[in-house]
């Protein structure tokens, strides 16, 4: 009995090439590599760069100090937001450029009902956890006009939110009649910056927070199925008994959510509000942490996680430019560069076709051999 001649293309491909192979193609890769590079380079330029010490803040409480504790606490905004700009982009196939003038409303919802309409206040007048939900309220009917417009009326999303991106800030400062709201009650500062007795910056806890609630949702719920489903195909989800309008909407109000969450944390850090200047350019560093993750922006499957260290990698960059005192004006530039490169790269045309130029020379060696 003759042996069967196996075909050389069919073989096994060694371990440790097709380990590589799965890890080069796998969404956290991009990622998680540019972490990495960020890491090196930090402990080879300047290893000091990770410590973290013990430090008494103001009001003479032992705190965590530190690079990586400026890192993991800057980024919670950017976590939470891009964890809604997610669900957003897959189900809908375009982004939300609105989100930093909508934290701005929930900013100063949430300041004039704490501080009672007045400019200066010493304690609260409103519990604060009803002013939070009174901020959730106004974002999620922010988020639910732009998932309106973009759902029903069919407007391209970035179209769609341009209008709350432009009349947003003006909205907050109408608010509180222009003014600026100030609270100097330190409870209402507790969110923002430390809980009394834990050297933890308290925004990383509610970052986490919500991570687990996000997880919990989409391990327990079909959030993730039919968003993915709405995205990649809206016509066959009608089909399969999917409303795509409604999918759309929820992911938007959701969002709006997150937005609530973010700008009560940004107003809690300094007890008051800058209009033009609160989460400014916030929008743009959401939609490249979407990208960085490694998520289509035109909508379809998604990875939340990605997401979430896609915002991790931003901020990291961010604190390594100011750590080696890059200018904050050409801060931007120098971000946006190292960004795009990563996008690129992510991109899988460009991996496709790194790919085909890998396997070239293979190729070639076989043919000569």
């Known amino acids: 009995m003759s042996t069967p001649v196996k075909d050389p293309k069919t073989q096994v491909k060694r371990p440790d090439e097709s380990l590589f192979k799965r890890l080069t193609r796998h969404q956290m890769f991009i990622p998680l590599a540019a972490l990495t590079l960020l890491v090196l380079f930090n402990l080879i330029a300047d290893p000091s760069f990770f410590a973290v010490s013990l430090k008494e803040n103001s009001l003479g409480n032992p705190v965590l100090s530190g690079n990586l504790i400026s890192v993991l606490d800057n980024a ?4 939470i937001l891009a964890i809604g700009m997610t669900l957003v982009t897959a189900s809908s196939g375009g982004q939300d450029i609105s989100v930093g003038a909508t934290m701005a409303i929930a900013g100063s919802v949430i300041l004039r009902m704490v501080c009672g309409g007045q400019i200066t206040a010493d304690t609260l ?3 604060l956890i009803l002013a939070v939900l009174i901020g959730v309220l106004a974002t999620m009917l922010c988020g639910a006009f732009n998932g309106a417009l973009v759902a029903y009326f ?59 609630v996000f997880w ?39 969002l709006g959510v997150c937005v609530a969450v973010a700008g009560f944390i940004r107003v809690s850090r300094s007890g008051s509000i800058n209009y033009s200047r609160i989460a400014e350019n916030i929008e743009m560093d ?18 939340i996680y990605g997401s979430i260290v896609g915002a991790y990698v931003i901020q990291f960059l961010t604190t390594t430019l100011y750590k080696y005192e890059v200018p904050s004006t050409a801060l931007p530039a120098y971000k946006a560069v190292v960004v795009i490169l990563l996008v690129v790269l992510s991109a899988p045309v460009v991996r496709e076709k790194l790919s085909q130029v890998k396997k070239a020379p293979a190729k070639t060696a076989k043919e000569v051999s």
Do not use: C
């Open 154 to 212: 069919k407007i391209q999303p970035m179209v769609a939110t341009l209008i709350m991106y432009t009349a947003g800030r003006s909205i907050a400062a109408w608010i509180n009649n222009n003014e600026l709201p100030i609270m100097n009650d330190l409870t209402f500062k507790y969110a923002g910056t430390f809980l009394p007795g834990i050297p933890v910056p308290t925004p990383i806890f509610i970052t986490i927070f919500v991570i687990v």
């Open 216 to 254: 919990l949702v989409l391990k327990f719920t079909n959030l993730g199925l039919y968003t993915q489903s709405v995205g990649i195909n809206p016509n066959s989800s009608r089909l399969n008994g999917i409303n795509p309008q409604a999918i759309k909407l929820l992911t938007y109000v959701i």
């Open 76 to 79: 919670s905004e950017l976590v």
């Open 125 to 127: 007048h409103m519990p």
């Open 286 to 303: 959401a939609i490249l942490a979407v990208a960085l993750g490694g998520n289509a922006l035109s909508g379809g499957k998604f990875n």
